[in-house]
């Protein structure tokens, strides 16, 4: 634990000026972003007594040990970036909206040349026109379903609507007239879109004129006696009726409104948000957080706006905002939602009439949100708390292992060797923080040298960050070599030291300076290491961690067979109870590990088996390797080619075709197919080109097409 002392800035060094602070750990991780109209009068706070200070105040600068700050000119700019270091920091210490689960938004690609009327989840795309979110997933499809008689647009995938395209035939909502059917011709681009057009506008709330003009449509083919035209109109009319009918009217003025709502208590808060488009309410959605640091309600009314509209633009934001408290002060919020949306945003508390008795219907949702939350979290938090210190009781530990992370081998009769690595902070999985290796050292089947090695790699890493931030001094040898032999360490390729598992936005580790406060890969040590096995993998690993000088990591290994946790120079496990909370944690992270390691050796698996002779040619990608067997139909007749027929292939020049034509003469032809009924050897049947989803590949005798049972 820090003394705030030891790094509290010298009186005169913080200016009196706006700007947004940062404090760090000692590891450099940014802990903490908060801004201020002045900065000198705000740090000062921080570094008053610890006695006046907020239990989580305390918590949060005794953690730290460091401070900086950056001056910009106006309170909108520190607001637009904390809003942005929050974001890429991802500090312990800020209060952090989470959803409680991913809400779905009725999507219209407006951006393709048939635009699609579907489900969306997830991070907005540009182009494309938003409407909720929903609560639920069928909400948006019954109504999506009484929409399609008037509206016809296309709801069928890429897939389905160039196979329609392609044999002339439309789908089943084609058929029965729910939809334009674009892909066989029935409307044009033009019209389609129009549809679509029409569409967006309905969901807008722009509905009463709309449903006029069917009226009239109607009332003109009534009198025109054509009878069939108006019942059908009269039908689309009670459908619209009827999608109107699912969202009633709370605000009779066509309002475009937000409204924002907070429950909290001493340690949590819940924000419920109701989206009101037309005087209906489109969409609601829900937050909860953990009050890490003393703040107010005005503060987590700042938070929850910055939450919901600091990705958003134009029409997103509504041209009034209801909230239970205006953040202190107003004015820079209320500038700075009037630059995203790009004109006039009111930001206030309603005081009296239907605003406010709506308001009261969102405050009462949030305090369910908050009760429910509070009882589905009370039992977990507890059952996770009581693993914990049975986990720390077993292995004699000095406390409660809050980060834990699972090794495992997986491989296919020795081939395909990979391992990984799953991180559980506080009992549930942190799968950012996933990790998967190649083993390269050597080759064969040998678990316990897997073992080692990637012990070896994973904490190398985890040294040599230490020594880049000058908290290892402990000589180079322990560092020398994290390139050599194991896979190069910054990369973020199969193959490298711990390929991320989905995260493809983190930067590589050679991009992050010791100044920088984003989570580096391995940076962080666990308090206890566990890997899949006994007696032999522990010995591995603990030997691993000695080699490094590192004695300050647990280890302990499950054995599958009688779940016994052993542990190193022990020559008898030690066995949990079967009830035992600790024991079904070690049981869920030593699965979780030996899942991830098995899908990655399929993945592995399943790309060797695919590969061709086309692989191995230098610069050829996916797209002019499918134009390749498209254009010649096989690998046996493109290798029997010639250099100007090659050329011929949209996308190929001269210098590739050379590199293509010398690359099939030196590769060995493939082995005949067999046909497994007979034993015929089908020497007419063409090689394939073996490319990702290229059909019709065909499979010799004895092929390994489904060999799970062997693997490990």
């Not at 590891?27 to 705000?42: E, F, N, P, T, W």
Request: aromatic share 6%; hydrophobic share 35%.
């Amino acid at each position: 634990m820090a003394d705030p002392s030891s790094y509290r800035p010298k009186p005169g060094e913080i200016p009196d000026s706006p700007g947004v602070y940062r404090f760090r750990d000692e590891h450099r991780r940014v802990i903490y972003v908060g801004k201020a109209k002045s900065l000198r009068q705000r740090l000062a706070n921080y570094f008053q007594d610890l006695a006046g200070l907020h239990p989580r105040t305390r918590t949060m600068v005794t953690t730290a040990a460091s401070v900086e700050w950056t001056v910009v000119s106006t309170e909108v700019e520190a607001l637009q970036l904390e809003y942005s270091w929050i974001k890429e920091y991802d500090p312990r210490f800020n209060v952090k909206y989470r959803d409680d689960k991913s809400y779905p938004y009725l999507a219209v690609t407006m951006n393709e040349e048939f635009p699609r009327v579907q489900v969306m989840r997830g991070h907005k795309k540009k182009g494309v026109r938003y409407f909720g979110p929903y609560g639920h997933a069928w909400a948006i499809r019954d109504t999506v379903d009484l929409l399609l008689r008037v509206f016809p647009v296309r709801t069928c995938s890429a897939g389905v609507f160039k196979n329609a395209a392609r044999t002339g035939r439309p789908c089943l909502l084609g058929y029965i007239g729910k939809c334009s059917a674009p892909c066989v011709d029935r409307v044009s681009a033009e019209e389609h879109r129009e549809l679509a057009e029409e569409f967006c506008d309905f969901m807008a709330g722009r509905t009463g004129a709309y449903l006029r003009r069917l009226e009239q449509r109607m009332t003109e083919a009534a009198e025109d006696m054509e009878y069939e035209r108006a019942a059908r109109l009269r039908d689309d009319i009670g459908a619209l009726k009827k999608a109107m009918e699912k969202s009633a009217v709370v605000l009779a003025d066509a309002t475009d409104a937000d409204l924002i709502a907070v429950a909290e208590d001493e340690l949590e808060a819940a924000v419920q948000i109701f989206h009101v488009r037309g005087g209906r309410v489109r969409g609601q959605r829900g937050w909860v957080t953990d009050k890490v640091e003393e703040i107010t309600t005005s503060a987590l009314v700042e938070h929850a706006l910055q939450q919901l509209y600091g990705e958003e633009t134009g029409d997103a934001v509504p041209k009034e905002v209801l909230v239970p408290a205006l953040p202190d002060p107003v004015e820079p919020v209320q500038e700075w939602l009037t630059g995203r949306r790009g004109s006039g945003v009111s930001l206030r508390v309603p005081q009296r009439g239907d605003k406010r008795a709506l308001m009261e219907t969102v405050q009462r949702n949030a305090q369910q949100a908050l009760a429910l939350h509070k009882t589905r979290r009370a039992s977990d938090l507890t059952t996770r708390s009581r693993a914990l210190e049975e986990i720390a009781d077993a292995l004699d530990l000095d406390g409660a292992p809050l980060r834990i992370e699972c090794y495992d081998i997986s491989h296919l009769q020795g081939d395909d060797v990979v391992a990984s690595m799953v991180v559980f902070e506080d009992g549930l999985a942190r799968k950012s923080e996933y990790r998967r290796f190649q083993i390269k050292s050597f080759a064969g089947q040998d678990d316990v040298r897997s073992m080692h090695e990637v012990i070896t790699r994973r904490f190398r890493r985890y040294l040599a960050d230490k020594e880049r931030t000058g908290e290892w001094t402990g000589g180079t040898e322990a560092t020398a070599g994290v390139t050599a032999g194991t896979g190069t360490a910054t990369g973020v390729t199969d193959g490298a030291d711990g390929t991320p598992a989905g995260s493809p936005g983190e930067p590589p580790a050679s991009t992050l300076t010791e100044d920088d406060g984003r989570p580096r890969r391995f940076a962080y040590p666990p308090q206890l290491v566990v890997v899949d096995g006994g007696a032999p993998q522990v010995a591995a690993a603990r030997r691993a961690l000695d080699e490094l000088g590192i004695d300050d990591i647990a280890v302990c290994g499950l054995a599958k067979r009688l779940e016994e946790v052993w542990l190193p120079d022990d020559d008898d496990p030690v066995v949990l109870p079967r009830t035992s909370e600790g024991l079904y944690l070690l049981q869920r992270v030593r699965d979780e590990a030996h899942r991830f390691a098995i899908g990655y050796q399929r993945v592995k698996r399943a790309k060797r088996f695919r590969s061709g002779p086309l692989d191995e040619v230098p610069g050829l990608g996916d797209t002019r390797k499918q134009a390749l067997i498209k254009h010649f139909g096989s690998v046996k007749k493109l290798r029997s080619a010639t250099i100007e027929q090659i050329c011929e292939v949209p996308g190929i020049g001269r210098k590739t075709a050379e590199v293509i034509a010398v690359a099939l003469a030196g590769a060995a032809p493939a082995a005949p197919a067999v046909n497994t009924a007979t034993g015929e050897i089908m020497d007419d049947v063409e090689e394939p080109g073996k490319t990702p989803g290229s059909p019709g590949e065909p499979v010799s005798a004895g092929a390994p097409d489904d060999r799970r049972g062997l693997e490990r």
